[in-house]
């Protein structure tokens, strides 16, 4: 495990997936070609049978969050995005449990980017985990879930890096969530 201190946040960077990018380490950061990619976070627990990481070759264009509605959680997370090769409209894994009534979408358009990912943690049904989450961009904010007193947040300036994709844990709910930098 390599930590790093990045501005006001824990650095953690995975390498314990071979399918993963992180194989492609290089001290505190990853390279993608010529890229260097950091992760921050994740905040929420330590929980959550599953680790993931989610970069996709492409723009993200859609956020699905689902949620059991006031009071509740958020259940899982999926990404839309379109693929950088194929061009095509492409989903990922949905990170998190089944459950969740509400089902809610943030569309992302082309030269949308984001500016901050915040949310925050709680327990819910004996467990800690991400309670809401907020997605701003340039052109608007997108809340989910419930809010409890425990806040993160990562404000990005878009002149020194974009956020480029997410990790963290889930299991029956999302247990975690950081985001993947790419330094400009």
Not at 26 to 34: A, L
Request: charged share 15%; net charge positive; hydrophobic share 30%.
């Amino acid at each position: 495990m390599n930590l790093l201190y990045y501005p006001h946040h824990f650095v953690y960077i995975s390498s314990t997936h071979p399918w993963s990018l992180a194989h492609k380490l290089s001290n505190n950061t990853r390279e993608m070609g010529v890229t260097k990619l950091v992760q921050v976070g994740p905040w929420g627990s330590g929980g959550g049978e599953y680790p993931y990481e989610f970069i996709p070759n492409g723009r993200i264009t859609k956020i699905h969050i689902k949620t059991g509605g006031s009071g509740g959680c958020i259940d899982s997370i999926t990404f839309g995005y379109i693929d950088a090769c194929s061009g095509q409209e492409c989903w990922s894994k949905t990170y998190g449990g089944e459950g969740g009534h509400l089902s809610q979408y943030m569309y992302i358009e082309e030269g949308e980017e984001f500016l901050e990912l915040s949310g925050t943690v709680g327990r819910y049904g004996g467990w800690t985990v991400i309670t809401s989450l907020c997605f701003k961009t340039n052109k608007k904010k997108c809340e989910f879930g419930s809010v409890s007193d425990n806040k993160f947040s990562l404000p990005v300036k878009t002149n020194t890096a974009k956020i480029v994709g997410f990790h963290g844990r889930y299991g029956g709910y999302l247990d975690s969530i950081g985001a993947v930098l790419q330094p400009k």
